[in-house]
C-alpha cells in the first residue's frame, strides 16, 4: 500500500473497526459518521476524530488545526458534561497498524468520551413518548443555571447586535440557494427570508436591548434533542467548538433552538413547557416576543445542515438528509407565519371539541382556553366538581355564561399579546360570541378560524354517558346537548375559507391534519 493510501480517511476507519486499536479491551467497535466527524463506538467509550473537510463555516483541513478543536471541545464541553469528557488522544501509525495511543507516528487526534446511553437521549425518549414535563422543565433549569454564569461581555455582545443577526441570515439564505427546488421550495425561500428581514426591521430596538441587557453569551450553539441525554442527572453535550460566531448568541436563540426541535417530534405542548420554565428562571420574558423569529431560524439552520450533507460524498443515502431538510424548511415557513390564529372550537356538547383542543394544543403549541375550566375556576369550585343543573341555571345561567366568556376573551388577549396561538374551546351556539371573537382576532393582527365539531347524535349519547363515569371537567350530558341544539345559531357570519366543519368521528390524526392545513 502506498504512503497516500495509508493516509487516506478510509484506511483510518477500516483500521478502527478493529477491537484491538483501543486502549482498554472491547467486545464490539460500532461506526458512525457525521458531517464533521468519524465517530468509533466501543463498550464503554466514544472516540470522535475530525474529518480533514473544509465546509466554510468551519475548517479541519490540517492535523493542527484538528489537535486545536478537539482541545477546544474537551474544554468547553465539561462545562455542561464535565464527567463525560475525559481526554484528548493521539492516533498513531506503527507500520500499518493504526491504533488510538501508543508508540507512532501520530496521524490524527481524538476527543475520548464515556460512551452515553442512546435509549437516554431525548430525541430517542420524544420518539418513544416517555418524555415528561418534568423533564423538560429540569432541562429548562439546568440551561438556565448554565446560561446565568456563562460568560458574556463586550466582545460577546457583538454577536448579539442586529448587524451580526442579519450577517447570519443572509449568509444562510446566500448558502441555500442553491437548493431551491431540491430540498426548499421557491415560496418556501422567498416566504421564510421575508419574514425573517421583516422582523429583524420593525424591532431593531428589541435586539439593542439584548444586547445592553446582557443576554449575549457564551452558550453551547447546537441545544437540540440529540445532544441531551438523561445521564447522571441531565448532560448536554457536544457544543460548537469551531465558530465563537455560531457558539456567541442571545439565550433566545439558544433556549428556543430546543423549543423548535421539541415541535419537530409533534410535542408542542412540552416545548411550551420548557419555554414556560426557562422563562420563570431567568426572568427573561421578552423571549416569548423572539420566539417565532429564533424558532424560524434555527429550523432553517438546521434544514441548511441538512442540505449541505447532499454534498457530502461520504454520505452514500442521500434521501436521509434531504427527508431532513424539508422537515426543517417546512416548519420554518410553519414558524414564519406572521399573524397569530384564533381558533374557535365550537359545537355542541359532546362533538369532541375538547379531544380536538388537547391535541392541537400537543401538536401545534395552541394555548387552550376552555369555557369549562374557566366556569369553574370563576365558580371557585374543582375541575373535577360536578354540576348537573338544568340548563341555563346554577353556574349555567345566562350571566353566569356571559361571565365566562367574557373571562375567556380576557386570557385569549394576553395569549395573543405574547404571540401565542390561541383555541377558545366552547360551544359559541350564539353568532355574538363568534362576532365578538372575530373582533378581538382583529384588534389583535390575528387570523380567525372557526372548526365546528359535528357527530352523529348516535355516537354523542355514548360519549356523554362515558364522560359521566369517566369524571370528566365537563358537565355536558345529553339533555344538555338537546337543549344547546335547540339554540345553536348557524354559522353564516365567517367566509367558507375561515369555517372548517369536522366530523370527530374519524381518526384524530386525520382531524388535526385538516384543521393544520388550513389555518397553518
Same mark, same amino acid.
Given at each position: 500500500?502506498?504512503?497516500?493510501?495509508? %493516509?487516506?480517511?478510509?484506511?483510518l476507519?477500516? !483500521?478502527?473497526?478493529?477491537v484491538?486499536?483501543?486502549?482498554?479491551?472491547t467486545?464490539?467497535?460500532?461506526?458512525?459518521?457525521? *458531517?464533521?466527524?468519524?465517530?468509533?463506538?466501543?463498550?464503554?467509550?466514544?472516540?470522535?476524530?475530525?474529518?480533514?473537510?473544509?465546509?466554510?463555516?468551519?475548517?479541519?483541513?490540517?492535523?493542527? +488545526?484538528? @489537535?486545536?478543536? #478537539?482541545?477546544?471541545?474537551?474544554?468547553?464541553? %465539561?462545562?455542561?458534561?464535565?464527567?463525560?469528557?475525559?481526554?484528548?488522544?493521539?492516533?498513531?501509525? #506503527?507500520?500499518?497498524?493504526?491504533?488510538?495511543?501508543?508508540?507512532?507516528?501520530?496521524?490524527?487526534?481524538?476527543?475520548?468520551?464515556?460512551?452515553?446511553?442512546?435509549?437516554?437521549?431525548?430525541?430517542?425518549?420524544?420518539?418513544?413518548?416517555?418524555? $415528561?414535563?418534568?423533564m423538560?422543565?429540569?432541562?429548562?433549569?439546568?440551561?438556565?443555571?448554565?446560561?446565568?454564569s456563562?460568560?458574556?461581555?463586550?466582545?460577546?455582545?457583538?454577536?448579539?447586535?442586529?448587524n451580526?443577526?442579519?450577517?447570519? $441570515?443572509?449568509?444562510?439564505?446566500?448558502?441555500?440557494? +442553491?437548493?431551491?427546488?431540491?430540498?426548499?421550495?421557491?415560496?418556501?425561500?422567498?416566504?421564510?427570508?421575508?419574514?425573517?428581514?421583516?422582523?429583524?426591521?420593525?424591532?431593531?430596538?428589541?435586539?439593542?436591548?439584548?444586547?445592553?441587557?446582557?443576554?449575549?453569551?457564551? #452558550?453551547?450553539?447546537?441545544?437540540?434533542?440529540?445532544?441531551?441525554?438523561?445521564?447522571?442527572?441531565?448532560?448536554?453535550?457536544? /457544543?460548537?467548538?469551531?465558530?465563537?460566531?455560531?457558539r456567541? /448568541?442571545?439565550? !433566545?436563540?439558544?433556549?428556543?433552538?430546543? =423549543?423548535?426541535?421539541?415541535?419537530?417530534?409533534?410535542?408542542?405542548?412540552?416545548?411550551? =413547557?420548557?419555554?414556560? !420554565?426557562?422563562?420563570? *428562571?431567568?426572568?427573561?420574558?421578552?423571549?416569548?416576543?423572539?420566539?417565532?423569529?429564533?424558532? #424560524?431560524?434555527?429550523?432553517?439552520?438546521?434544514?441548511?445542515?441538512?442540505?449541505?450533507?447532499?454534498?457530502?460524498?461520504?454520505?452514500a443515502?442521500?434521501?436521509?438528509p434531504l427527508?431532513?431538510?424539508?422537515?426543517?424548511?417546512?416548519?420554518?415557513?410553519?414558524?414564519?407565519?406572521?399573524?397569530?390564529?384564533?381558533? @374557535?372550537?365550537?359545537?355542541?356538547?359532546?362533538?369532541?371539541?375538547?379531544?380536538?383542543?388537547?391535541?392541537?394544543?400537543? %401538536?401545534?403549541?395552541?394555548?387552550?382556553?376552555?369555557?369549562?375550566?374557566?366556569?369553574?375556576?370563576?365558580?371557585?369550585?374543582? @375541575?373535577?366538581?360536578?354540576?348537573?343543573?338544568?340548563?341555563?341555571?346554577?353556574?349555567? $345561567?345566562?350571566?353566569?355564561t356571559?361571565?365566562?366568556?367574557?373571562?375567556?376573551?380576557?386570557?385569549?388577549?394576553?395569549?395573543? !399579546?405574547?404571540?401565542?396561538?390561541?383555541?377558545?374551546?366552547?360551544?359559541?351556539?350564539?353568532?355574538?360570541?363568534?362576532?365578538?371573537?372575530?373582533?378581538?382576532?382583529?384588534?389583535?393582527?390575528?387570523?380567525?378560524?372557526?372548526?365546528? /365539531?359535528v357527530?352523529?347524535?348516535?355516537?354523542?349519547?355514548?360519549?356523554?354517558?362515558?364522560?359521566?363515569?369517566d369524571?370528566?371537567?365537563?358537565?355536558?350530558?345529553?339533555?344538555?346537548?338537546?337543549?344547546?341544539?335547540?339554540?345553536?345559531?348557524?354559522?353564516?357570519?365567517?367566509?367558507?375559507?375561515?369555517?372548517?366543519?369536522?366530523?370527530?368521528?374519524?381518526?384524530i390524526?386525520?382531524?388535526?391534519?385538516?384543521?393544520l392545513?388550513?389555518?397553518?
Open positions: 500500500m502506498t504512503e497516500d493510501a495509508l %493516509r487516506s480517511p478510509q484506511v476507519v477500516d !483500521a478502527l473497526r478493529d484491538n486499536a483501543f486502549p482498554e479491551k467486545e464490539n467497535v460500532e461506526f458512525v459518521q457525521t *458531517q464533521m466527524s468519524f465517530v468509533f463506538l466501543t463498550d464503554a467509550f466514544a472516540y470522535k476524530i475530525k474529518k480533514p473537510v473544509n465546509l466554510g463555516y468551519l475548517d479541519y483541513t490540517t492535523l493542527d +488545526k484538528r @489537535l486545536h478543536f #478537539c482541545n477546544k471541545e474537551l474544554e468547553l464541553n %465539561r462545562r455542561l458534561a464535565f464527567g463525560v469528557y475525559l481526554a484528548v488522544l493521539p492516533v498513531v501509525r #506503527c507500520g500499518t497498524r493504526i491504533a488510538i495511543g501508543g508508540e507512532g507516528e501520530v496521524i490524527e487526534y481524538a476527543v475520548k468520551m464515556k460512551r452515553l446511553p442512546l435509549e437516554q437521549l431525548l430525541d430517542h425518549l420524544l420518539l418513544t413518548g416517555e418524555v $415528561t414535563e418534568t423538560v422543565v429540569q432541562i429548562a433549569e439546568k440551561v438556565a443555571a448554565f446560561h446565568k456563562a460568560a458574556s461581555g463586550a466582545e460577546i455582545g457583538k454577536f448579539g447586535e442586529l451580526a443577526i442579519r450577517h447570519n $441570515t443572509d449568509e444562510n439564505f446566500d448558502q441555500t440557494a +442553491k437548493y431551491i427546488g431540491a430540498s426548499i421550495t421557491d415560496k418556501q425561500y422567498k416566504r421564510i427570508r421575508a419574514f425573517t428581514d421583516g422582523f429583524m426591521q420593525k424591532n431593531e430596538s428589541l435586539f439593542t436591548a439584548r444586547v445592553s441587557q446582557g443576554r449575549i453569551k457564551d #452558550c453551547h450553539g447546537d441545544l437540540h434533542a440529540a445532544h441531551i441525554c438523561f445521564f447522571e442527572g441531565i448532560t448536554i453535550f457536544d /457544543c460548537i467548538e469551531f465558530s465563537d460566531r455560531f456567541y /448568541c442571545d439565550v !433566545a436563540s439558544e433556549v428556543t433552538f430546543l =423549543a423548535m426541535d421539541i415541535d419537530r417530534y409533534g410535542r408542542a405542548d412540552l416545548s411550551r =413547557a420548557f419555554i414556560d !420554565a426557562y422563562v420563570q *428562571q431567568s426572568g427573561d420574558t421578552d423571549i416569548y416576543r423572539l420566539l417565532n423569529f429564533y424558532k #424560524c431560524y434555527r429550523a432553517y439552520v438546521r434544514g441548511k445542515v441538512e442540505s449541505f450533507k447532499l454534498d457530502d460524498p461520504y454520505i443515502d442521500k434521501n436521509v427527508s431532513a431538510a424539508r422537515t426543517y424548511f417546512s416548519l420554518a415557513e410553519r414558524y414564519a407565519r406572521e399573524k397569530p390564529v384564533v381558533l @374557535l372550537l365550537a359545537g355542541l356538547t359532546g362533538t369532541g371539541k375538547t379531544t380536538v383542543a388537547e391535541a392541537l394544543a400537543r %401538536r401545534a403549541g395552541f394555548v387552550v382556553i376552555s369555557s369549562d375550566v374557566v366556569r369553574k375556576n370563576l365558580a371557585h369550585v374543582p @375541575l373535577t366538581e360536578h354540576h348537573y343543573a338544568d340548563f341555563k341555571s346554577d353556574i349555567y $345561567t345566562g350571566d353566569f356571559r361571565r365566562t366568556y367574557d373571562e375567556m376573551f380576557v386570557r385569549a388577549r394576553h395569549a395573543l !399579546a405574547r404571540g401565542q396561538w390561541v383555541i377558545l374551546d366552547a360551544s359559541f351556539k350564539d353568532r355574538q360570541d363568534r362576532i365578538t371573537a372575530k373582533v378581538l382576532a382583529g384588534e389583535a393582527a390575528a387570523d380567525l378560524f372557526i372548526a365546528e /365539531c357527530l352523529d347524535e348516535h355516537e354523542v349519547k355514548k360519549r356523554l354517558e362515558q364522560r359521566l363515569r369524571g370528566s371537567v365537563s358537565d355536558g350530558r345529553w339533555e344538555i346537548y338537546k337543549a344547546q341544539k335547540g339554540e345553536f345559531e348557524a354559522i353564516t357570519e365567517i367566509s367558507p375559507e375561515e369555517h372548517i366543519v369536522v366530523d370527530t368521528s374519524g381518526y390524526d386525520d382531524t388535526i391534519n385538516r384543521i392545513e388550513k389555518v397553518a
